[in-house]
């Protein structure tokens, strides 16, 4: 199965943009890349999905190199309320969908 | 649209005692997950399905059993609890598809067996 490594912390100050990036180096072909935001005591939250090249919405962006064994996320201009922590992972796509967690990386955001 | 239930929120249980966990979703899913997170980690996949009356196996399912009787229904079942049970766990649900789909996480059930 694929996994994933990230930082395990990042701290950062309102207002600067924020870059997270992961490595996945055993992904297979027809997997996707997505990233989730989790606060304490809640469940995690879909932020992006992205296969190739990038994806952006309204939240963040998604930036993967051809060879897709990284990816990056981009937060921009984060406020207090973006802390919390965020997880790169493998949508495998052909075992229904399956999400596969790593450790995730916890983002800390200052006044 | 109340989106993926977990009930309950919270139990203690006795090590032993067995317990069904339920998840419900309205948005008419194929697809539902259990997870379990530990404290300081990322969740981890119990068990899972792809349609109704299907089931399969994720990274932890040792100590668990699910049925999907009903395709808006995951139930996690703990048959003789242990301490190594308690966590927190999740339930999720998405469309049968992963290109442009996501899947949606419900509230969660804390779980502690002493």
């Known amino acids: 199965l694929a996994k994933t490594t990230q930082p395990i912390s990042m701290d950062s100050y309102e207002g600067q943009e924020v870059n997270i990036t992961c490595s996945h180096n055993n992904i297979a072909t027809n997997d996707y890349i997505t990233w989730y935001q989790q606060f304490p005591s809640q469940g995690p939250r879909f932020i992006i999905q992205?296969?190739?090249t990038k994806v952006t919405n309204e939240v963040a962006s998604l930036f993967i190199p051809a060879d897709r064994k990284s990816s990056t996320l981009s937060l921009p201009r984060v406020s207090l309320s973006d802390t919390a922590v965020y997880y790169c992972?493998?949508?495998?796509?052909?075992?229904?969908?399956?999400?596969?967690f790593g450790q995730g990386t916890e983002l800390s955001v200052k006044p | 649209n109340a989106g993926v239930t977990q009930t309950p929120k919270f139990r203690v249980l006795k090590t032993g005692q067995s317990m069904t966990l339920l998840c419900a979703q309205d948005m008419n899913h194929e697809y539902m997950y259990w997870y379990r997170q530990d404290p300081g980690m990322g969740l981890r996949l119990i068990h899972y399905?792809?349609?109704?009356?299907?089931?399969a196996k994720g990274e932890v399912p040792d100590g668990y059993n699910v049925s999907r009787l009903k395709k808006q229904n995951f139930l996690l079942g703990l048959e003789s609890a242990a301490p190594s049970q308690t966590s927190v766990y999740f339930c999720?649900?998405?469309?049968?598809?992963?290109?442009?789909?996501?899947?949606?996480f419900g509230q969660g059930t804390r779980l502690t067996v002493v």
């Open positions: 399905s792809v349609g109704e009356g299907t089931t």
């Open positions: 999720a649900s998405s469309p049968p598809r992963v290109v442009n789909t996501e899947a949606f």
């Open positions: 992205g296969y190739k």
């Open positions: 992972l493998v949508r495998i796509y052909n075992q229904g969908g399956k999400l596969i």
